[in-house]
Nanobody, 115 residues
Framework: QVQLVESGGGLVQDGGSLRLSCAASVSLFRLNTMGWYRQAPGKQRELVATIPRGTITNYADSVKGRFTISRDHAKNTVDLQMDSLKPGDTAVYYC?????????WGQGTQVTVSS
């Protein structure tokens, strides 16, 4: 069983920055691909960024050049640095981790970008 707890969400103005963190209950070295997803009201959940055990990252086209995903093994977190935020980035952001054939999700953290 893996527990994931997100933090760092909040209200920010257009063009601002936020840093989300996802704390895992097991060592990051045990987890396969980890990622951040988001769901806006009335829309389906969508991929934001993923990071495998290695260093090759993947981003949605809508966030490329603005968001950066990283693993912090010292804190055992997966972080999402979000810069140049836009109102369209408003959503609940979820952390996801894969362990073997199973996937685990956090409870989500709200990000609201005001215009």
């Amino acid at each position: 069983q893996v527990q994931l707890v997100e933090s760092g969400g909040g209200l920010v103005q257009d063009g601002g920055s936020l840093r989300l963190s996802c704390a895992a209950s097991v060592s990051l070295f045990r987890l396969n691909t980890m990622g951040w997803y988001r769901q806006a009201p009335g829309k389906q959940r969508e991929l934001v960024a993923t990071i495998p055990r290695g260093t090759i990252t993947n981003y949605a086209d809508s966030v490329k050049g603005r968001f950066t995903i990283s693993r912090d093994h010292a804190k055992n977190t997966v972080d999402l640095q979000m810069d140049s935020l836009k109102p369209g980035d408003t959503a609940v952001y979820y952390c996801k981790a894969d362990l073997g054939a199973r996937e685990y999700w956090g409870q989500g953290t709200q990000v609201t970008v005001s215009s």
